[in-house]
């Protein structure tokens, strides 16, 4: 019991080393349920591949718009660049983009995989080991994840949530590493975000004309305007080229994992998460 005991107090002591949400406000033990997410004792955790698509760097927007909004205050998160899989093609660096959406709470896989990795799994282990449940929202592929969960003890497995839109992700990311999270963990796969009428919602579309409000909103909008700054700049040299952006458009489908969590899946697209998210200056 005096190990365990001990062992509890230096998970709990690792996570209070890693940033907290600043505005967190002192009454998140009583925070309601936000869809299958208790914001009393559950930890979001968001991986992005970032590459070669620029559809994560507008999914960070997409969260960044969603943590933002007074109604997710007491959600706890941690959110990963760079956990990709065996694709080809460049990392898109974005840490002005990363600061802006979710202030210190991100690490980067790209340029430290191990550090973020054990990372992961100390907050992961601390949020469990008190209670709660893990809810990995997979903006890419699973390997980065899957490393995560297989340095917790394996009674703890079970208790992580991984939620994934994408056959291609899937295929991008190892054998082993699928095995992991599919097998291993509660795995939900969901329907892909880059097509309507399939209940995801659609956050992929051509049309621009969405673009005014985002940009305009005096608290999303910073981050919505670095998004597309570096969307526009990547994506005519990227090794893959997003049709929906090359058009002026949004592709932020990598958001619908996010959706699915705190349970606003039934929105149809774009136009409704802008209604929600971007609000008026």
Known sequence: MTNALTRCAVLLALACAIPTQAHEPADCEAAPQIGLFDPSRDLLVANYDSKPDVDDLQAVAGLGSVLMHPAYACVDYIATAGAYGSQGGEFLHAAELFRLAFGDKWQDAHADREGAIATLAARMEATIAAGGKVWVAEAGQSDVTAAAVERLPKAMWTRVHVVQHSYWNESMTSKEAMQTVVYNTRYHRIQDGNFPDNGSPAFNTDDGSHWQALLADKRIGPIWAEAK???????????????????????FSDTVEIAYIFGFDDMEGVGDFVERFAIAP
Do not use: W
């Not at 526009?232 to 058009?247: E, M, Q, R, S």
């Open 229 to 251: 700054r570096l969307s526009d700049l990547h994506n005519p040299v990227a090794a893959y080229v997003n049709p929906a952006v090359a058009k002026g458009g949004l592709d």
